[in-house]
């Protein structure tokens, strides 16, 4: 299937990798065919910049005054049930609503189009307190299968083209409460970043005649030096072009496309690997690590799609500390991405960590 003299170059790149290379050098990221300048040099200038807040250590198991713990009332007034595996809501504040008659006015130069969709929230546990690092194994593999059934109640509707399942944790971030949950947002029309990285995955089967996950999972593979956890189903590493400094892609061994395609024994390895790369998280700097996460899955829209293969991808925006942040901003957003710690360095600082959670440890 593979064209042998793309096969060739695959492994003379691999022996060209530098990764004690401390000059500045480019990157490329081939899901989003785009480049992150990396600055090996500049990870000892010092900080005088914004110190953020450590979040509280400690959250009761159940909050009288928490919208998504079981039994309380939500903002718009539903009562949630007293549930007590995980609790799936439609969205009091919908970003999307159903599809209706009315047509965007539109332009060749101001260009609009109707976006219709469901968005929901799926609370992990009736826990107030445990985050995917600190759930019991079991539970994080009930959080796996409610996103599967999700994913196929909204991906079977004839007017939802992509499913998109993400998790924003912590203030950081942006989430407005700390009761772990993740949200789902399912879309008429394939979002920009699965978009992106479905066209360039197609663009490299069509060159190559192979999927290019399969060929990064057998690629950091052979080299070990940016894994920082594998079981039998997949694999979680800092991509060579990685952005923010502890980002991570988890890929599956196997080449499928959807949360939808994920065999019993995949479930389990995806819910061990979600725990324990968590746990190397919250070990890091000892807090709850904040971050946004979300799965990248073949597009509903009735198309075949041989070239998606199905991962997950985890975006923190720390730094050096509980309380140094990455920003994205000047040259970033007026240019590229930009990063100073490298990605061989944040894998092997997080491979290193102690694989029990530091809340769990004896003291
Ligand atoms: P975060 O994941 O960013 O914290 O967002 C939580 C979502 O919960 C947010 O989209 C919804 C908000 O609209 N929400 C409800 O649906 N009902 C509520 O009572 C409060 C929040
Ligand atoms: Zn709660």
Not at 262 to 278: D, F, G, M, P, W
Not at 300 to 316: N, S
């Amino acid at each position: 299937m593979h064209n042998p003299e793309f096969e060739a170059q695959r492994i003379i790149d691999l022996k060209n990798l530098m990764p004690d290379y401390d000059r500045p050098h480019r990157r490329y990221n081939p899901l989003k065919d785009e480049w992150v300048l990396v600055s090996p040099h500049r990870t000892q200038r010092p900080w005088l910049g914004q110190v953020e807040k450590t979040p509280a250590l400690i959250l009761p198991e159940y909050d009288s005054e928490c919208y998504l713990c079981p039994g309380n009332s939500r903002v718009g007034g539903v009562r949630n049930p007293v549930y007590d595996s995980t609790f799936v809501f439609d969205n009091d504040f919908p970003a999307l609503l159903p599809p209706d008659d009315t047509q965007p006015a539109t332009s060749d130069l101001f260009r609009a189009e109707p976006a219709s969709g469901i968005s929901r929230v799926v609370c992990f546990s009736p826990r107030h307190d445990l985050t995917l690092p600190e759930l019991p194994l079991a539970d994080v593999e009930q959080v796996v299968r409610t996103w599967i059934d999700q994913t196929r109640d909204l991906g079977e509707r004839d007017n939802l083209a992509y499913v998109q399942v993400f998790e924003n944790k912590g203030e950081m971030m942006g989430c407005s409460n700390p009761h772990p949950h993740s949200q789902i947002w399912a879309t008429s029309f394939v979002p920009n970043e699965p978009l992106r990285e479905q066209r360039a995955m197609l663009e490299y089967l069509t060159r190559t005649g192979g999927c290019l996950l399969c060929d990064v999972y057998a690629a950091e593979q052979d080299t070990g030096e940016r894994i920082v956890l594998e079981n039998d189903g997949f694999i979680a590493f800092v991509p060579f072009w990685a952005v923010w400094p502890y980002e991570l892609l988890l890929i599956s061994r196997r080449h499928f496309g959807a949360l939808t395609d994920l065999r019993a024994t995949e479930i389990r390895n995806l819910a061990e690997l979600l725990k324990q790369v968590t746990i190397r998280y919250d070990n890091l700097f000892e807090i709850s690590f904040p971050y946004s996460m979300g799965f990248h899955q073949s597009p509903f829209d009735g198309e075949p799609h041989p070239e998606a293969h199905f991962h997950l991808h985890f975006y923190p925006p720390l730094l050096r500390s509980a309380t140094v942040r990455k920003f994205m901003v000047g040259f970033e957003m007026l240019a590229m991405p930009q990063r100073d710690l490298t990605p061989e360095s944040a894998a092997e600082r997080l491979r290193e960590l102690n694989p029990l959670h530091y809340r769990s440890r004896p003291k």
